[in-house]
């Protein structure tokens, strides 16, 4: 059946190149798009668009791909990944908007660490991981406000000195893993390292190669 004749259906998920035919089908159901894989002229085009819930954006080489209202108008999206974008401007995103976030990823990035601070304003969020995200040097000390986090991921972030203390506060994370950072895992080793004492409450840890379960 030709796309143009579809008269009455909801789009759940739609990927870079689609759009133009999805727009010329004026019964499409675009308003309930839920998974999202954009760039910026996508997100140009769907502005008025508000019920997304996973956006994906992967090898950007553009600066941004959406400026801080159109995030803003974000109020569903709940999975957030972006990797291999190294001019991609975190700083003007605002991320600090997205209130009903649950998952971050964020892979190979170095900008991320301009706008870290912005991850204390997420406390809807459950699952953070960050990879390869060079040029950041710490976790902020706002991350004690992610009362959701459940689930943290650390790999390859070799310039990660030390954990912060508010990690302490995070009373529902069950599973801090830490990988290929070699100051961070030589501090965070059971019972000698100095950053233990912030994460000794963790039910489930993997420092590397080696995996801590709390008796």
């Known amino acids: 059946m030709a796309l143009q004749a579809v008269k009455d259906t909801a789009i759940e998920y739609i990927v870079q190149g689609a759009l133009d035919a999805v727009k010329s089908c004026l019964n499409i159901g675009v308003d309930h798009i839920k998974d999202l894989n954009v760039d910026r002229g996508m997100m140009q085009s769907l502005k008025n668009q508000k019920s997304f819930e996973s956006m994906h954006q992967q090898n950007c080489n553009q600066s941004s ?11 569903s999206l709940q999975d957030l990944r972006i990797w291999s974008c190294d001019k991609l401007n975190f700083s003007g995103l605002g991320l600090r908007y997205l209130s009903s976030l649950e998952t971050l990823f964020i892979r190979n990035s170095n900008e991320f660490a301009h706008m870290a601070h912005e991850l204390s304003f997420l406390t809807s969020l459950e ?41 302490q506060r995070l009373s529902a994370l069950k599973y801090l893993y830490i990988s ?15 950053d233990w004492d912030k994460i000794q409450h963790i039910p489930e840890i993997s420092i590397g190669d080696n995996r801590i379960a709390r008796d």
């Not at 791909?65 to 109020?75: C, G, K």
């Not at 290929?180 to 100095?194: A, F, Q, Y």
């Open 65 to 75: 791909f959406a400026d801080e209202d159109q995030i803003r108008s974000l109020n």
């Open 127 to 167: 699952h953070l991981h960050l990879q390869k995200c060079h040029g950041l040097k710490s976790l902020p000390e706002g991350i004690g406000n992610l009362t959701s986090l459940r689930r943290l991921f650390i790999h390859n972030c070799p310039e990660i000195a030390s954990l912060p203390r508010e990690l």
């Open 180 to 194: 290929r950072c070699p100051t961070l895992e030589i501090r965070s080793t059971k019972d000698t390292g100095e």
